[in-house]
Every structure is written in structure tokens, then in C-alpha cells.
T-cell receptor, first 114, second 113 residues
């Protein structure tokens, strides 16, 4: 079945460091890909998404590019802030019937220290 | 606007007891989804409900688990005769329609002792 694999956490970075969180997927078709973020005590929020190969999703300084050839959707940010400390989830779903079924990775906890 | 509310946030049950998890969707949302995150795993889809209807329960364990979303009040995920393997975080999400973004609650962490 479909699955999403994320890099193991936790990840600890200093403020203004460069962030990469790796995400690869296994899917039978051509899914849409998502990054969700969960801040402490809150629900998961959609951070960005891409619906087809070579699309780049971006939001709040984060970006990720849908790479069909490597089945990857790595999350990057050029300069992290303390406020970016959260758990990040990579996910996929298919368009059309059943598109509401999201398949998530385990999540990667990021801590940014001043 | 209030987001998705889940309660309780933490629930401890002994083996054999019943667990009831509640989810109040975003105001105006009539579609609710439940996901489960077992230790060391990603969130997995369990069930999709609209008001008074179960649309897709393909991810629900066949026994002991049930879900409802009544005309009035929150959605309820009910687990009867809990076992240690039910210990997990249970997340609820809501949306205004099935092709819309899902808004997630903070989750309920169930511990079975």
C-alpha cells in the first residue's frame, strides 16, 4: 500500500540555520503531497502542498518540490526561527474519490534554539 | 473562530473498559474524519462521517470500534473493551466538504493500562 517515510527526529537547530526534513513516498499512482505542521498544544495545520510533478509548494518561508523521479517531497527553509519549533508531517492523498484519505509519515520534531 | 475541539486531551483506561473520544468540528463543518497514530507510526485514516451518516469506515478495526456524528452534538469515537494495543493518539479533522482542506484538532492521547 501507499506509505510516507520521513527522516527520524528530533532535529535541533540554532536560529537562522538551514532546515531540510526529508520525505519520500511509495504510491501506486500520482498523489498530491502535503506538509502539515503541529505547534505545541494545537492541531495539525496545512503548511503547503503540491499536486503534480515538479510543482513547488511554499508558505511562510518553507518550500518543497514534488520530485516524481526520486519520489520525494523534502521540506526546506533557509533560516529557521524559534517560532518554527513544531512537529512536521509529510502526507499524501489522491484526487477524486477517496481524496479525503490522507496518509501521513511519523512526523519529525523540530526544536530551534536561540 | 474556534478550531476543532477534542476532549479529553488525555484519557487513561484500564483494559476492558470503554473509551469515548469527542470531537467538535469547526462551526459550519458537516464532515468529520478520525485518524489514529500508533506509537512510532504515522497517522492512519479510520473513518469519514457526515451528519448522521458513515461515509467510509474502511480504516476502522472491525470489532470494538464505532463512530457516530449525530445531528446535534459532537462526533464520538467509541472503543469498547480497550486493550493495550489501542494506546495511541486519536486525531479528529473536519471540513466543509469532502474535497476541502481538513482542519485538525489537537488529538486525544489514550493510554490503556
Amino acid at each position: 500500500g501507499d506509505s510516507v517515510t520521513q527522516m527520524e527526529g528530533p532535529v535541533t537547530l540554532s536560529e537562522e540555520a538551514f532546515l531540510t526534513i526529508n520525505c519520500t513516498y511509495t504510491a501506486t499512482g500520482y498523489p498530491s503531497l502535503f506538509w502539515y505542521v503541529q505547534y505545541p498544544g494545537e492541531g495539525l495545520q496545512l503548511l503547503l502542498k503540491a499536486t503534480k510533478a515538479d510543482d513547488k509548494g511554499s508558505n511562510k518561508g518553507f518550500e518543497a518540490t514534488y520530485r516524481k523521479e526520486t519520489t520525494s517531497f523534502h521540506l526546506e527553509k533557509g533560516s529557521v526561527q524559534v517560532s518554527d519549533s513544531a512537529v512536521y508531517f509529510c502526507a499524501l492523498s489522491y484526487s477524486g474519490a477517496g481524496s479525503y484519505q490522507l496518509t501521513f509519515g511519523k512526523g519529525t520534531k523540530l526544536s530551534v534554539i536561540p | 473562530n474556534a478550531g476543532v475541539m477534542q476532549n479529553p486531551r488525555h484519557l487513561v483506561r484500564r483494559r476492558g473498559q470503554e473509551a469515548r473520544l469527542r470531537c467538535s468540528p469547526v462551526k459550519g463543518h458537516s464532515h468529520v474524519y478520525w485518524y489514529r497514530q500508533l506509537p512510532e507510526e504515522g497517522l492512519k485514516f479510520m473513518v469519514y462521517l457526515q451528519k448522521e451518516n458513515i461515509i467510509d469506515e474502511s480504516g476502522m478495526p472491525k470489532e470494538r470500534f464505532s463512530a457516530e456524528f449525530p445531528k446535534e452534538g459532537p462526533s464520538i469515537l467509541r472503543i469498547q473493551q480497550v486493550v493495550r494495543g489501542d494506546s495511541a493518539a486519536y486525531f479528529c479533522a473536519s471540513s466543509p466538504g469532502s474535497f476541502y482542506e481538513q482542519y485538525f484538532g489537537p488529538g486525544t492521547r489514550l493510554t490503556v493500562t
